[in-house]
């Protein structure tokens, strides 16, 4: 599977964003799917995660509430929308692919991962 990330930019706080990711080559389908992100001089952490048909989403705590996963499994995307966006939110962003059968919040769960976008909020 390769991954396309897009849709990150500059941003005020209190601003919205979306991102996509869109996935081609093995059945989109197939896979469940993550969003991850790395701030400056931290590790990679989870933010949000959508099994394969989309019925059960994942979100990490600092975002609940304000960020929302969805994918549509015709176009082969997955989106985050982010909204009430904080500087903290600072980070690029990775789509990933995880298979099936496997947890949705940790790195080692997922077999791909698309170039990132950055993310930055400004106070």
């Known amino acids: 599977v390769q991954l396309q990330a897009s849709g990150g930019g500059l941003v005020q706080a209190g601003g919205s964003l979306r991102l996509s990711c869109a996935a081609s080559?093995?059945?989109?389908?197939?896979?469940?799917m993550g969003w991850f992100r790395r701030a400056p001089g931290k590790e990679r952490e989870f933010v949000a995660a959508?099994?394969?048909?989309?019925?059960?989403?994942y979100y990490a705590d600092s975002v609940k509430g304000r960020f929302t996963i969805s994918r549509d499994n015709a176009k082969n995307t997955v989106f985050l929308e982010m909204n009430s966006l904080k500087p903290e939110d600072t980070a690029v962003y990775y789509c990933?692919?995880?298979?099936?059968?496997?947890?949705?919040?940790?790195?080692?769960?997922?077999?791909?991962w698309g170039q990132g976008t950055q993310v930055t909020v400004s106070s």
């Open positions: 990933a692919a995880a298979p099936l059968g496997v947890g949705v919040y940790t790195t080692h769960e997922y077999d791909y």
């Open positions: 959508i099994t394969w048909g989309g019925d059960m989403k």
């Open positions: 080559g093995r059945t989109f389908s197939s896979y469940n």
